[in-house]
């Protein structure tokens, strides 16, 4: 948190991805002290019988926006030809989301620095903020002419390629020595 908005220089490997835990760690825990004291959000769902068949249910889902989120869902009896789904959904609540909101430039600036230190640009960390507008423009514009379902296929594996093209990058070693970013944060030449 020394470098809570600091965009310039480099970060080791070590330095980003303690961070990373620090705060998926932080937002556990307020996921689960928040889940503790509030419990989940219970709603209930009438199915017609005739359409079960096309229901999936889900025992258990997990979700990651600005804090965790699990949902589960149960199938109840079928009583008058309906079908009763009962969603409990945990979330980490306004605590998450402070925290999320709090903890996005760190973020972004930790991921820039850690792109520095491969030699890179921090400009690729927006790589996936581009992907997602594309990919959601994309979207839209098929949904418009009935091609939407085919289109989130594709649109699903590109987020998949360049999450692991991302990833990969961040993994990666420093570059030896100073770069043009700054000096070597871990002190080898």
């Not at 965790?68 to 009896?77: A, H, K, S």
Request: with cysteine; charged share 10%.
């Amino acid at each position: 948190m020394k470098k809570y908005v600091t965009f310039s220089g480099r970060a080791s490997r070590s330095e980003f991805w303690w961070f990373v835990a620090a705060v998926f760690l932080l937002q556990l825990i307020l996921f689960a002290a928040t889940a503790a004291v509030f419990g989940p959000a219970i709603t209930v769902h009438a199915i017609p019988e005739q359409y079960l068949d096309r229901l999936r249910i889900t025992e258990f889902r997990a979700a990651y926006g600005l804090g965790p989120t699990f949902i589960t869902q149960e199938l109840g009896p079928v009583v008058n030809g309906q079908a009763e789904v009962v969603t409990r959904t945990y979330s980490g609540g306004i605590p998450s989301i402070i925290l999320g909101v709090a903890m996005f430039l760190p973020q972004l600036a930790a991921t820039w620095r850690r792109l520095h230190d491969t030699g890179r640009p921090g400009w690729w960390v927006l790589l996936p903020f581009a992907a997602l507008l594309v990919g959601g423009l994309l979207f839209v514009g098929l949904e418009l002419i009935g091609l939407a379902s085919f289109f989130f296929a594709l649109l699903f594996l590109g987020f998949l390629v360049c999450g692991i093209v991302f990833l990969v990058m961040l993994m990666q070693a420093p570059t030896p020595g100073p770069n043009r970013f700054g000096a070597n944060p871990a002190g080898a030449s």
